[in-house]
């Protein structure tokens, strides 16, 4: 089951302690969770646009993610951060990226495991 990542000192954890994959489309940070359940944030910072654009690539993120998410990284807080491609890109390279991320993230996680 998954949760958002709302409160901002989770949040601020993901992104000093976690982990950092990438793709030119977005960035992965993960960290370890003590819930041991699945939580995530979205985000997208002032690079992408206004906030009308900054919206829109928040919802590619969560939408993607939503399609993709099955079972990697559970038990893991996430970040996803969209890049200015976020929003140029079609929607089906961003699964690919996003796939190939969290795939990259749950080896990283799991080490000799395929």
Do not use: W
């Amino acid at each position: 089951m998954d949760e958002r990542l709302r409160k901002r000192a989770a949040v601020q954890a993901v992104f000093n302690r976690g982990e950092r994959f990438s793709d030119r489309r977005l960035v992965l940070l993960v960290l370890a969770g003590e819930t041991g359940r699945r939580r995530c944030a979205f985000a997208a910072g002032k690079k992408i646009g206004n906030a009308v654009q900054r919206n829109r690539a928040r919802r590619r993120l969560r939408e993607a993610y939503r399609r993709v998410r099955g079972e990697f990284l559970v038990g893991c807080d996430l970040v996803l951060l969209a890049r200015p491609d976020v929003l140029g890109a079609p929607f089906g390279e961003l699964l690919t990226g996003l796939r190939h991320v969290l795939q990259k993230a749950e080896e990283a996680r799991h080490p000799g495991s395929q």
